[in-house]
């Protein structure tokens, strides 16, 4: 099992990314995305579950301005980025879980991506 993550990069404030993260090697019900940043402990970005609904989960930090998205066929989970800020700055790393049941723990997940860095100055 693979996640390979991509779409990170550096913008200006204001501004937006797309990451995707493809998985590999079979399907999971709950992907993920988290964050981390220089000196700071990684911290839930947003979830996105299987299923019809596909409901989706953001951290207060992000909601109205990031979306979580899933595209079933390709094994991929996408995470829009907009009105970036600096403090969004972070490496990104996408994760998946076996459970059906989204957590917003690191702990929780099972598999993770390689991470791919965002750098947002002002």
């Known amino acids: 099992v693979q996640l390979q993550a991509s779409g990170g990069g550096l913008v200006q404030a204001g501004d937006s990314l797309r990451l995707s993260c493809a998985a590999s090697?079979?399907?999971?019900?709950?992907m993920a995305w988290f964050r981390q940043a220089p000196g700071k402990e990684r911290e839930f970005v947003a979830a996105?579950?299987?299923?019809?609904?596909?409901?989706?989960y953001y951290a207060d930090s992000v909601k109205g301005r990031f979306t979580v998205s899933r595209d079933n066929a390709k094994n991929t989970v996408y995470l829009q980025m907009n009105s970036l800020k600096p403090e969004d700055t972070a490496v990104y790393y996408c994760?998946?879980?076996?459970?059906?049941?989204?957590?917003?723990?690191?702990?929780?997940?099972?598999?993770w991506g390689q991470g791919t860095l965002v750098t947002v100055s002002s």
């Open positions: 994760a998946a879980r076996i459970s059906t049941v989204v957590h917003r723990s690191p702990n929780s997940y099972n598999y």
């Open positions: 090697g079979r399907a999971f019900y709950v």
């Open positions: 996105i579950a299987g299923g019809s609904a596909g409901s989706t």
